[in-house]
């Protein structure tokens, strides 16, 4: 029995189409988290990559629109941290602090936009 290239790139792409890691990444299958915080700011957050259990494993935190942090999950033992270049916020749940440095810090709520 013959194995050609085709067949191997048929049989690839036939198992990436059903693989659920596969369905779980990219920008489009899931809506941008957002964190609103009390110096009346909205920073969005647009996942990257997800978890198969549905966690924002990394993404991209809108600081302003021409300037975006790269940011990855931390996991912590009580709540998450997602951190990037110099920012980033620790949360339970739907709270949130998000941290700009080691003095300046806002409290945010995080919100499904």
């Known amino acids: 029995m013959t194995v050609t290239r085709a067949t191997i790139v048929a049989v690839i792409l ?21 964190l609103s915080c009390e110096n009346g ?24 629109p021409r300037h975006r942090v790269h940011v990855r999950l931390i996991p912590m033992g009580d709540g998450y941290r997602y951190a990037g270049r110099g920012i980033w916020f620790d949360g339970i749940r739907g709270d949130a602090v998000l941290f700009d440095g080691p003095s300046r810090s806002v409290a945010c709520a995080v919100i499904a936009s």
């Open 14 to 34: 036939a198992c990436a189409a059903v693989s659920p890691a596969s369905a779980k990444t990219g920008w489009s299958q899931y809506a941008p988290l957002t």
């Open 41 to 64: 700011r909205h920073y969005p957050l647009q996942p990257r990559a997800v978890s198969v259990v549905g966690d924002v494993v990394t993404g991209y935190l809108e600081l302003s």
